[in-house]
């Protein structure tokens, strides 16, 4: 084994997958979600609108940078898999063209049939009857036409700055009273996005119909150009580059450069344009590739409806009369280290609390911060905010405790992708409730889920920490599965309080007494808790790492763990997304499992389990194995501390690892697929067991009055292969 550790070249590309491609084939497993006829029917609608939401940002950001590179002329190999940036762009163009062709197969033959024969229809325009024609006219006079603004283009109107992501229609027209061969002229209608996406038709025999807003505009176009003929009309939609370039070094004031680049955003380069398929003008779509200054492998024809995000929408809609095409919705159980009438502050001072969302309420870290913030005794409270909901309770406590006369200080990350506009507006807010408002730290972004409050109760200091894995979002942590704890423990706290003045104030990097703090120490650590697993397998043949991360991408550690493989230590992955390690190659990754789960719950727990030779190291963490986590962003690795609540973390594991249903596996050419059930097992859908067992839980306390680590899960489920896992990983 030593002589292959020593032959064996870890930088040979074809033991790595590219970044951008693995993140394709993700976004392909998304898709196959809307193909999996065991999803309820508008959930794997919602899934299509999943797959199209995720598409787009990948166009803005990933592909929008690959392109900024190509442009540069910078054309050297990324360092895992050997790509250039133009192989990558090519690569990502041959992948794209077939997701969407699948996407159109997926809408067209499969769900619209579905939906028919549940009596529910997305018509063409052309197939109504005439009184239902009457009725779209009438709606288009009275609340369409009159947001309607025609943009012509020619000599003295240039060519418009079209939204990103907006739908839009080019019409070429032509002057009815005019006797000579005249060229066609141009104009450009965007679709109104503050009008709703379809029209549903009056009611007939219980059939739900409705019909496109663009096919409706489409229609009577002609009214908005009275004297001129309609030769065509092209629905199209541009994707631009909305990665923001933020001057840091320069900022005066960052929150004020944000809000700048933000207006640039919706003004980026062109990177896709997409054209409906079925009715298009081709020397229109040639003029818009030449006036968008856009590669014409970066047009994509599409059959089914663009922008299929508005099934979000839809599948509200359709819900309110067809409840029984969703899947039962799931109600958050109390937390198991919650149950009883046990204050919290009181609860967290007697032992650790574990949270698992959405499992398991969101509620108590709400409770957490609300309670400080009206509690006499508590000083400060302290918080880092990366991504919250759009009415977020933890921001309305955070503004009540700075009015109750609290110290509290609130980091606020201005450069969350996507949240930039919503997190400047909450900066805003909280400065004005009399919070002592930071952005971080230049050039990271940071990205730690950590909460300090200071409570002085019988003249002694009390700290209480939340960590998180997930965001202080309080609407995805019923659709996000994440991890919190909650803990009184004195040195976390001591560090806690550390970590904050040093992101406040002017302080060297802190030495810590638990917490690992990036850019850089998590890596570290990483690297040494690896190396550890590796002589401890050597001398007692039993190494054994777990890691359950959404991403996996950073090049230092993937080799390391294709250096414990090698050194004989089992390897279990859990990756939701990206995963640039290769398992399963001979003499490199021959020991280690990858798979990925996607199901009804965005995977979202990060997990990190070394053996150790027994002693069982647990960690969680705000940060995935990626280079951007290690090196570019403010992140938290914290321990599990209490043996008991290890042992139920390691369960969840067990019972992923066990998944028959949605799980799927990386083979040795990158490529996934479902997880193969024998005949004689019972099918094992992770998260549907998590409710179950959230459920349960909450019967047997009930009973048992809540034994801290009494509740057995091989007793909850008597199957062969948790057993044998089971058994395997102790």
């Known amino acids: ?379 400060a409270i302290k918080q880092t905010l990366y991504r919250v909901s759009g009415n977020s309770p933890i921001i309305k406590s955070l503004e009540r405790a700075a009015e109750n006369g609290k110290q509290v200080t609130v980091l606020v990350e201005l450069k969350a992708r996507f949240d930039e506009k919503n997190n400047v507006q909450w900066a805003k807010e909280l400065e004005k409730a009399g919070c002592h408002v930071i952005y971080g730290i230049t050039h990271l972004k940071t990205h730690s889920k950590i909460t300090l409050i200071v409570r002085r109760k019988k003249n002694q200091i009390e700290r209480f920490v939340h960590l998180g894995a997930g965001n202080y979002n309080d609407a995805t942590a019923r659709t996000y599965t994440d991890l919190g704890l909650l803990t009184a423990n004195e040195e976390i706290g001591i560090d806690a309080t550390n970590f904050f003045n040093y992101l406040s104030g002017y302080m060297d990097k802190p030495d810590y007494h638990h917490l690992v703090m990036s850019p850089f120490d998590i890596r570290e650590k990483f690297v040494q808790l690896i190396d550890e697993e590796i002589a401890y397998h050597k001398q007692f043949g039993n190494g054994h790492i777990m890691a359950k991360m959404n991403s996996l991408s950073d090049k230092d550690l993937i080799r390391k763990l294709y250096e414990a493989s090698n050194a004989g230590v089992k390897i279990d992955l859990i990756v939701r997304g990206i995963c640039c390690l290769r398992p399963g190659i001979t003499n490199v990754s021959e020991n280690i499992r990858v798979r990925s789960i996607v199901g009804s719950f965005l995977e979202h727990t990060r997990i990190y389990y070394f053996h150790q030779n027994g002693e069982q190291k647990v960690y969680s963490s705000s940060a995935d194995m990626m280079t951007r986590n290690m090196e570019k962003r403010i992140e938290i690795l914290f321990p599990i501390l209490k043996e008991h609540l290890k042992q139920r973390i390691l369960e969840w594991i067990y019972l992923m690892l066990a998944d028959n249903v949605k799980a799927r596996e990386q083979a040795s050419d990158g490529k996934y697929y479902y997880v193969e059930r024998q005949e004689d097992e019972k099918e094992i859908d992770s998260q549907l067991e998590l409710c179950e067992l959230a459920r349960k839980v909450e019967k047997v306390n009930d009973t048992t009055q809540n034994q801290k680590g009494k509740f057995d899960i091989l007793s909850y489920f008597p199957f062969k292969q948790i057993s044998k896992i089971y058994d395997k990983s102790k």
């Not at 508005?310 to 799931?330: M, P, Q, R």
Request: glycine fraction near 2%; include cysteine.
């Open 1 to 379: 084994m030593e002589v292959a550790e020593k032959t064996i070249n870890l930088d040979n590309p074809s033991y790595y997958n590219n970044r951008e491609l693995s993140w394709l084939n993700f976004n392909y497993r998304v898709l196959e979600e809307a193909l999996d006829d065991r999803n309820a029917l508008l959930e794997r609608l919602k899934f299509m609108a999943i797959f199209s939401s995720n598409l787009d940002e990948f166009f803005m950001v990933r592909v929008a940078g690959l392109l900024d590179q190509v442009k540069a002329g910078y054309n050297r190999p990324e360092n895992k898999a050997g790509l250039t940036p133009m192989e990558q762009l090519n690569e990502i163009s041959k992948v794209c063209h077939k997701l969407l062709s699948e996407q159109d197969d997926t809408y067209l033959e499969l769900l619209t049939p579905l939906l028919t024969k549940e009596h529910i229809s997305i018509v063409s325009i052309e197939e109504i009857t005439k009184t239902d024609l009457e009725f779209l006219e009438q709606q288009f006079n009275e609340h369409i036409f009159p947001v309607l603004t025609p943009m012509a283009v020619d000599a003295y109107r240039p060519f418009p700055m079209l939204l990103n992501k907006s739908l839009n229609l080019a019409i070429t027209i032509k002057d009815k009273h005019s006797n000579t061969m005249e060229a066609e002229r141009l104009a450009i209608v965007q679709v109104p996005s503050v009008i709703n996406r379809y029209l549903e038709l009056p009611n007939q025999n219980e059939v739900r119909s409705f019909v496109l807003l663009e096919q409706v505009i489409s229609h009577f176009i002609h009214k908005l150009f009275v004297g001129f003929q309609v030769m065509s009309v092209t629905v199209f939609r541009i994707t631009r580059n909305a990665d923001l370039t933020i001057h840091e070094d320069g900022a005066e004031d960052l929150l004020q450069e944000i809000e700048e680049e933000l207006k640039k955003r919706k003004r980026g380069a062109a990177v896709r344009l997409e054209v409906q398929d079925q009715v298009y003008d081709q020397q229109v779509i040639d003029y818009l590739i030449e006036e968008l200054e856009i590669n014409k492998k970066d047009v994509y024809f599409v059959k089914a409806p663009l922008d299929l995000t508005f099934l979000f929408d839809f599948y509200k809609t359709i819900k309110s009369t067809h409840e029984h095409l969703t899947d039962s919705s799931y109600i958050p159980q109390p937390p198991q280290d919650l149950r009883g009438d046990k204050e919290l502050f009181e609860a967290i001072l007697e032992e650790d609390l574990l949270l698992h969302h959405p499992y398991e309420s969101f509620e108590p870290v709400v409770d957490f911060v609300s309670k400080a913030a009206d509690d006499p005794d508590v000083l």
